[in-house]
């Protein structure tokens, strides 16, 4: 005989501790092994996500194949980073400008600001786009 959480005596057959796992554990297999198929780690890291398919192969073994993400490379990769812009590439090649956030203190000047922006344009255009020659 054995006792349960509520200290009721019932006997020890193994049909009652099973039913009695599967109420404790609903949704839950215990004692399983799970082989994984991961791309670039050897071995499945604590703490890290892995976006997969898990498989239940046969009774007790698992098979987790680690699949591809649905973006291989940044979708928009920044090939400027200054402090007033940003210049992003877009996938058909054309570049997007995007202005940083604007902090308006005390201390701003809307010269000194538009002068920045222009001098670090010239600075991106310049090494992204090369010198061309001015029509006259």
Known sequence: MI????????????????LRVK????????CVDVKTRLR?????????????VLRHDKEYHYT??????????KRNPHVFNGRYITITRRDDGSLRLNFK????????NIDDYATGVSNELRKALTGL?????VRK
């Open 40 to 52: 670039r780690d050897r071995i499945a890291m604590i703490g890290k996500d892995y976006l997969g």
């Open 64 to 73: 987790f194949t680690e699949s591809l993400s649905l973006t291989t490379g």
């Open 101 to 108: 956030f604007l902090w308006i203190g005390p201390k701003f």
């Open 23 to 30: 109420k404790m554990f609903h949704n839950t297999d215990l």
């Open 3 to 18: 006792k349960d959480f509520n200290n009721k005596k019932r006997p020890s057959g193994s049909k009652t501790n099973e």
């Open 129 to 133: 786009v090369g010198e061309r020659r």
